[in-house]
């Protein structure tokens, strides 16, 4: 393994030696190539990530704040009150969280859980490191690690004492994997069992269905964060790429599919225009679209499926009083 391990903020003094942080160096994205297949397809779509460069994760974290989007604070709320039962059911163990970003969702779990350890994988290291540090001041008596890498591809998890002879337990809140298609929804819930290995458990949050109003508001919020968001990748995509596109020229846009289950994102041309990005002209027609991401809602029993076609089983679910959201706690189905 050619990760590298390093004290966070060493030098700066005041570190715990239960903390540390391996960089992996994970191959960067392609981006070029990918928004031109994007813009290839019909309908034009990019993937989601594209949407997350540091005006876009200050954006999401403000989404979180909007009266609309209830997801994070029922999730949040979720944890804390059922942190004993779901401790309880995950057994003593090492968490690993997947995407762990801030890392804001684990704090109960760590208060609940008998000796726990904290294993964080993120593709950002800056965050990463940002969010250990945070989270080692908090909790200065659990053992820390930081593995800045893309899971989606990796082999195995790194060899570590935090993670050789415990049970492993992952964590995947906040319903990102509603983000992916059903298809690449499976492909990670099937990575997630392999990395984690036998006898493991995830415990997963996943938004559900409700009033189309209320989702389409929870995307489309009163005060244009949601459309703020989307409309920062065209400036991510003018100034990464090199690109042309004028935001003013595209409205937003964010429809329920029931087909689908999901919340389609878009951006919508104003008016037919000609656009240069990644090296090429691209032209869009007045009204077309181009989809900035979706976020498919699962039933318990639609995701139930879905996890058990990965090789998971449910075990135990948590619902807030309303049932918007649940956290599932799945084990290996063999
Ligand atoms: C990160 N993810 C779960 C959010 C969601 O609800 O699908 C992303 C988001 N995009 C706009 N609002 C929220």
Redesign the pocket.
Known sequence: MDGQWRAPGAGGGGMSSSLAVLDLHPAPANMRQLVIEGLSRSPKQLP?WF?YDQEGSRL?DL?CEQPE?S?TNTETALLEREAPAIANALGEGTLVEFGAGSARKVGPLLRAMANPAYVALDISADHLANACQRLQQQFPQVPILGVCCDYSQMERLPQHPLLSGTAHLGFFP???L??FTPEAARTLLKQFRHLLGPSSQLLIGM?QPKEVERLEA??DDAAGV?AA?ARNLLVRLNRDLDGSFMPERFHYRARWCADNSH?E?ALVSRCPQQVQVADRHWHFAEGEALIT?T?AKYSPKAFEELARSAGWQSKQRWSDPADDLSLHLLVQAD
């Open positions: 989601a949407l999401f989404i989007y997801l906040g319903s990102s509603g983000n938004d929870a995307y949601s968001f919340i994102m991401e976020s």
